[in-house]
């Protein structure tokens, strides 16, 4: 799975020897992140109740054994003597019996086995959105710090520049070519731009710290993007044919879709209650009296092997069945509108993101077209400053515009 992200990563980040690259820390955070742990372990624990429901279709074998000591004294109502002696007298009595039920009739035990394959495509997709969930907060805190970089290395260079601009209105105003108020704008531009870098350094420390906390690693340090990083081309494919797509693919949506697959299965089990049940036993049994019994003085050793076809006809249950059903059914209907939900709004999300990419790579064009337009800005108000026809404010604004 993670094949295709690893070969991305390789193209668009540069080599680094202390950088670690998105799969890196992603690999990390699989094994530290506690809330992905914990979505590990439920997975698990669906896989094993799921398959509890195999119990309910496949034979069922059982053991058991017993032990008895019993003390036997008998008399005649009449007086005369018990015609069997020794009288009193004690034995003991042991019985085991192996009974092997299969069912072959049990409408619910079977609605249950194929509700147990529904809960094992459900907890796939359930730990596959528990994965997704990990990989974007991984994926935003590993760009949140890149970010935060770009801002203060924006606010340094910002700050350096009207340093500059600052030392120039100043030896214009020593020499009389400039007023005070061009020294006071670049001086109110530079404490600004200090106040700036300062707090973007405090943010810069508060998402390092987010990553370090996301991925489990101490002063984690992302790789930078490379330079020559070209961005993506527009998707050819119109919005409709992604939501179709995320309607089919999301893990919610088929959480969603699965989990009312499930309540329709509770509905055939609730009304299974009312049906007969069919099953097929077969069962050797056997008792060892030892020292005789209550009839006989001499021990003895009796075996019974037995085969049997049971049915089981429910006639009432105290209206339980009945409720039971109607509770299904109401759930059900539940279900039914949990997954309707669900695609409206995984509709609704990929829509947003599929419009949010066309605008973000629109965007970037023009933030390029203009960039030479304020570089072009600033080099102008540059030279109206130094020949006169321009003031320091100007420079200043194209400056904050450029950057």
């Known amino acids: 799975r993670t094949l295709p992200l690893t070969a991305a990563m390789v193209l668009a980040f540069a080599s680094s020897a202390k950088a670690q690259s998105l799969v890196e820390m992603f690999d990390a955070a699989r094994g530290y992140d506690a809330g992905f742990i914990s979505a590990k372990a439920q997975f698990e624990a669906n896989l094993a109740k799921a398959n509890q429901t195999l119990g309910g279709i496949l034979p069922n074998i059982a053991l058991s054994a017993s032990a008895t000591r019993t003390y036997f004294e008998g008399r005649n109502d009449s007086g005369a003597a018990w015609p069997i002696t020794p009288n009193p007298r004690t034995y003991g009595t042991g019985v085991g019996a192996v009974t092997l039920t299969q069912p072959l009739y049990r409408p619910a035990a079977w609605a249950a086995y194929r509700q147990g394959g529904h809960l094992l495509q459900q907890a796939a997709a359930q730990f596959e959105a528990a994965e997704q969930d990990l990989l974007i907060r991984v994926s935003q805190a590993y760009f949140d710090v890149l970010t935060s970089e770009d801002s203060l290395a924006l606010v340094q260079a910002q700050k350096k520049a009207v340093g500059e601009q600052l030392a120039s209105a100043q030896r214009n105003f020593e020499v009389g070519t400039a007023t005070i108020t061009g020294v006071r704008d670049a001086q109110a531009r530079f404490d600004l731009a200090t106040a700036q870098e300062i707090a973007g350094e405090n943010d810069l420390r508060i998402k390092r710290l987010a990553l370090d906390l996301a991925v489990g690693l101490s002063n984690a340090k992302p790789k930078r993007l490379a330079n020559n990083t070209k961005l993506i081309t527009p998707p050819t494919e119109d919005v409709n044919t992604w939501v179709t797509q995320s309607e089919t693919t999301s893990p919610a949506v088929r959480q969603a879709q699965l989990g009312l697959d499930i309540a329709s299965q509770e509905v055939n089990k609730a009304t299974a209650g009312h049906k007969p049940t069919l099953d097929a036993q077969i069962s050797y049994s056997g008792v060892r009296n030892v020292d005789g019994s209550a009839t006989s003085p001499s021990g003895s050793h009796i075996f019974n092997p037995s085969a049997a076809v049971v049915l089981n006809v429910p006639i009432f249950a105290g209206f339980s069945t009945m409720y039971k059903v109607k509770e299904a059914t109401a759930l059900e209907d539940k279900a039914r509108s949990d997954y309707e939900n669900a695609r409206r709004a995984t509709a ?41 026809v321009n003031i320091n404010i100007d420079v200043l604004n194209s400056q904050s515009q450029l950057y």
Not at 353 to 377: D, I, N, T
């Open 348 to 388: 609704q999300a990929t829509r947003t993101a599929y419009f949010g990419l066309v605008a973000g790579l629109s965007q970037v064009k023009a933030y390029e077209a203009a960039e030479a337009s304020s570089q072009s800005a600033l080099d102008a108000n540059k030279l109206g400053y130094s020949v006169g």
